[in-house]
Each structure stands twice: as C-alpha cells, then as structure tokens.
C-alpha cells in the first residue's frame, strides 16, 4: 500500500495530539478529552474509517499544571503508534521523539519494529523539546538552543546509517560514539521512514529543511506572511540542501451548524473555561484575548478555525492555495467532532477538489 503520506490528495490530513489528556486544548470545557486507551482507539479508528492520512501524538512527560494540568496523563508515543498500527488499517502512525530522552539505536531499533507492525505507515516526528522541567526529570543537561539541533543532527545520522547500511560502521561525533554499529531488520520504507520536524527559529527551520520530509511549521494567520514563510522554507530546501519536502500546519477545529453557534462554543471553551494558568507554562499564546482581538486557542491549537462546514472547507482551501500540503487538526470533543467531520466536512473538502478519496 505505501505510506499514505505520499499520496495524491492535494491537502492531506491529520489528527493531532490524542495521546494526551485534553489534547491540544487547555480548557475545562464539557466533552475535553480524556486520555485513555479505549478513546485512543475510537479517535484513531474512526480517523482511519474517515481517510485521514496521519496520526500524530505529542511528546510528553508531564504536565503544565492549571485547573487541568493539560497534557499531564499522557502516553508514550513509539508505544502508542506500535498500537494503533494493530487496529488501523490506511492512516500513517506517528511517534513524536524527544531526541534528548532517547539514545538513536534504541530509537531506530523501536521505529523499525513500528514500521513492520504497521506495514510501513510509521513516521517519526523528531523533536528537540524545550520544557526544562521535563529535562531535569530525566537528569539531562539543558542545552543551549543550538547545541540541541547539532545534537539531533547526530541523532538523526546515526539513525540514517542504522536503517540503510547493511554492514557495521563506526561513528564518533561531539554527542554521540557508536562502535561496530548494526541494525537489522531494515524498515519496510525505504531507504526509511517519513520524518517530520517543526523547527520554528532560523535554526530550527534550517535543520527541518535539511531532515524531514514534512516541515511542520505555525502560520499563526493565513496570508502574505504565512505565504512568504512557507516559500522561504522551499527556497531554503532547494537552494541550500538540494531537496523536496511538505510542508504541514495545525488547526483547532470549531464547527457548528451555524457561524454563531460556532462562535459562541468558541467563546465559551476559550474565555469562560479556558485554562489560561496552563497556557503561561506552555508559553504559547499565554494571555487570554482581549476583546475584539482575535480569538485564539490555549493549548497547542495552532490556526483557529471557526464556523459551519462551508466555512471549514474555505479556511482550509485558503491555506491549501498557500501551498500548504497538510494540516493536523484537534477539537476540544474530538470523538463527538470527529464523527461529524467525517460525516459533515470531508465530503466537502471531495467537492472543492482537496481530496481525491
């Protein structure tokens, strides 16, 4: 079958952050998720039955304290794509890596087996992480920020070899030394599994350029800058290291029958339950909007997107003409939301030519 990531659909999707208590929103919203293996299954099998090409877990070892301490039931991600590629069929399974928290032949040697399970629908989304106080869990020295990309650079490599070199081989950098290196059996993918990565610094974008196959960056708002951004990373792919990659984004999903039901479960989810004490550890958009300002999600949301299915379907085709190759999306209810996407929205999304099947 191949990896669904690499198939004809103009805009591909994904289900983001399901592994996690709450998900991508920091609210105490009624229907927020809760984090146990029975939902993980229901939100994977029905993204599968739906044809979401991606499931994409979150990296993480505790939470952010607040009224939900968001994301602190969590489950770790190489297990967690290991089984949810036993009870899909289509959907690529993602394990989200902290390169810190996890030596490189372990790493390979666990994504390997993934992809087998799977039958080659792994993907790995490597991460350099930044929350200090999960780095002291573990007794890791917190590095400086570029100190962490030529640390996953190492990482990476030595990956890269593990999968594709048939003979043993020696490895010495400024992080990592590996004697006699050796790794079978090689991943079904080749030369081996998807990587994505979401650099956001000059640094970090760089790197992305340089590794991954998807690019998963923020747009923040959909137009001239986020189109610029984006053709900055392609340019920066060709121009410097001679590649091709997506490049994807996140959106948190609100749809209703009408706009102003939309808007007003919106309102409702971000300001009245909203768990702004969480959103300042994450330091991501760590203040609630002021009025008139533009409403934004406390969580790892990303692009907002607000109203009735048509509405959905022409946010997402703006972002698609950005050129945009995919997007992960997250609900504050994402069984309830999600049965109504695959029932409301995709059918759309067919109609507008963004899908295919």
Request: contains cysteine.
């Amino acid at each position: 079958m191949g990896n669904p990531l690499y198939n004809d659909n103009k805009l591909k999707l994904g289900v983001f952050g399901f592994n996690c208590s709450n998900g991508c929103a920091a609210t105490t919203a009624e229907g927020h998720l809760e984090m146990t293996w029975p939902n993980a299954v229901d939100i994977a099998e029905q993204a599968d039955l739906g044809g979401f090409e991606a499931l994409v877990p979150i990296a993480r070892w505790r939470g952010f304290g607040g009224a939900t301490n968001f994301n602190g039931t969590c489950f770790e991600t190489y297990t967690w794509a290991a089984g949810l590629a036993g009870v899909t069929q289509q959907a690529a399974v993602f394990s989200t890596s902290h390169v810190p928290t996890v030596h490189p032949i372990v790493a390979a040697k666990q994504a390997t087996t993934i992809d087998h399970i799977s039958n080659g629908r792994f993907a790995l989304n490597v991460v350099c992480g930044w929350f200090d106080t999960e780095f002291r869990m573990f007794g890791a020295p917190v590095m400086e920020h570029d100190a962490l990309y030529d640390y996953a650079a190492e990482w990476l490599e030595i990956m890269f070899k593990l999968w594709t070199y048939e003979e043993e081989f020696d490895y010495e950098g400024r992080y990592f030394k590996v004697e006699k290196g050796y790794h079978q059996p090689k991943p079904i993918q080749k030369p081996y599994p998807a990587i994505m990565n979401a650099g956001s610094s000059e640094t970090g974008a760089r790197f992305a350029a340089k590794y991954a196959d998807m690019v998963f960056t923020n747009l923040g708002r959909a137009g001239d800058e986020a189109s610029a951004k984006i053709a900055d990373l392609r340019r920066v792919g060709r121009e410097d290291f001679g590649r091709e990659f997506q490049v994807w984004s996140s959106c948190s999903i609100v749809c209703r029958p009408t706009q102003k039901e939309a808007e007003d479960w919106a309102r409702y989810y971000i300001i009245e339950k909203g768990d702004w004490e969480a959103a300042k550890a994450l330091r991501v958009n760590p203040n609630p909007p002021a009025p008139g300002e533009r409403l934004r999600s406390p969580g790892w949301g990303g692009y907002l997107i607000i109203g009735t299915p048509e509405r959905i379907v022409d946010e997402l085709t703006t972002l698609s003409a950005l050129d945009v190759d995919g997007v992960v999306l997250s609900w504050v209810n994402y069984q309830e939301e999600l049965r109504d996407w695959n029932r409301e929205v995709m059918p759309l999304l067919i109609q507008a030519g963004l899908r295919s099947h």
